[in-house]
Every structure is written in structure tokens, then in C-alpha cells.
């Protein structure tokens, strides 16, 4: 139940709380999918550095003439830890969802409960790995998923609060192209996590490698 209740205030603060900045504008950018064809200056902020970010994502994404990114962020700041969302999405010409990206401060809980709440079939057994600080992310050759410590408990009638990262390839990767594509997506949620715990506000250290 009360898993149930934070997601439904995560998902209430990116609808409707607080600002929330919607920023697909401008025209799609063109590339061709395959060597250079991810634009920096285009790249979600959510994702970090835009250079390295597009580097990755353009190794990784399917080849396609059009590229389209989705950005969205949401605060609720009466307090600190009230509310804080963030999502990313990259889709081809024809809309088709290639890549999508969210963040969220959730109550501190231990990893292995939160990850069973974000798993679904993103992370088959035979491909899930553990990486990050402390071993507190989970991967596979399609997704990453990250906890990252933002706030004490006494900062919050919830306690203490964390930020849950996660990154997708909706569609996956070939098998032989597994090992590259779980490298690229916890090099993302690594990223992502980084700088939702920079403009998060988040008080207590994230443990994330320095860059």
C-alpha cells in the first residue's frame, strides 16, 4: 500500500505539481542513426553532459533518419523532499519509443524491495548484473536501475529519501550486442543519477563515481 501511495504522488508531482517543463521544442533534428547522428545541443539536461551522453546514445539507439527527445521535470518545493520527477525520451520519426529515462524521489527502502518494483521484464536472469556504489544498481543488456541516497529523515513525515533511476531500450538489443548495450545504459543511469542529485537539492552524498 503504501509503495502504491508514493507512486501515485511521484506520478501526481510530474502531472500536475508544482512546474513542470515540457521541453520537446523545436523541430525534430536529423541524423543518420549510425556515427554522429545524435546533435549534443538536442540531448536531454536530465541525461548529464550532452557530448558524452549523445556519444553513448548514438552508439546504442537503432539507425533512423530522425531523432526526437522528450524532456519533462517536476518539483514540488514547499519542502526540499516533497517532490521531485524527471523523464527522458527519445523517439524516431515515426513516434516509436527508442529510449526513455526517468527519475524519482521515493522513500528509502533496500534496494532488493525497490528493484522488485521496477524489474518487470526489462531484466531476464541470465542477464541481470549488479554495479554502481555499493552495488545498488541492477542492469541488464536493455536496462539500468539505480538508488541513489538524497535525503535524511528528518527532512520528511516519509523519512529518508532516495532518488530511483531508471533508463530503457524499449525494444533491446540483439544478443551478440548485449554486453555494449549494459555498458552504455549504466554509463546513462549513472549520469542521470548524477544530475538528479545535483539539482535534486539532495542533501546526504550520493556515493557516485566522480567523472
Not at 536472469?125 to 529523515?153: I, T
Request: charged letters at 25%.
Amino acid at each position: 500500500m503504501r509503495k502504491n501511495a508514493i507512486a501515485a504522488a511521484t506520478a501526481a508531482v510530474l502531472v500536475v505539481g508544482g512546474a513542470v517543463y515540457y521541453a520537446a521544442g523545436g523541430p525534430p533534428f536529423g541524423g543518420d542513426g549510425d556515427g554522429g547522428g545524435i546533435a549534443a545541443d538536442r540531448v536531454c539536461a536530465q541525461l548529464g553532459p550532452a557530448e558524452p551522453a549523445a556519444r553513448t546514445l548514438d552508439g546504442i539507439l537503432p539507425a533512423t533518419g530522425t531523432y526526437r527527445f522528450d524532456a519533462e521535470t517536476a518539483e514540488r518545493r514547499g519542502k526540499k523532499s516533497d517532490g521531485y520527477a524527471t523523464a527522458c525520451r527519445v523517439l524516431d520519426g515515426d513516434r516509436n519509443m527508442l529510449f526513455v529515462a526517468h527519475t524519482e524521489m521515493l522513500a528509502t527502502e533496500p534496494v532488493a524491495g525497490w528493484f522488485s518494483t521496477v524489474r518487470a521484464r526489462d531484466y531476464p536472469d541470465r542477464q541481470l548484473r549488479s554495479f554502481g556504489p555499493g552495488n545498488s544498481g541492477r542492469s541488464s543488456g536493455r536496462a539500468a536501475a539505480l538508488l541513489v541516497p538524497c535525503s535524511p529523515a528528518a527532512q520528511s513525515p516519509e523519512g529518508a529519501r532516495s532518488l530511483g533511476v531508471t533508463v530503457r531500450l524499449p525494444s533491446g538489443v540483439r544478443e551478440r550486442d548485449v554486453e555494449r548495450a549494459r555498458t552504455a545504459v549504466q554509463e546513462l543511469a549513472l549520469a542521470a543519477a548524477r544530475r538528479s542529485h545535483r539539482d535534486a537539492g539532495c542533501d546526504l552524498p550520493s556515493g557516485l563515481p566522480a567523472v
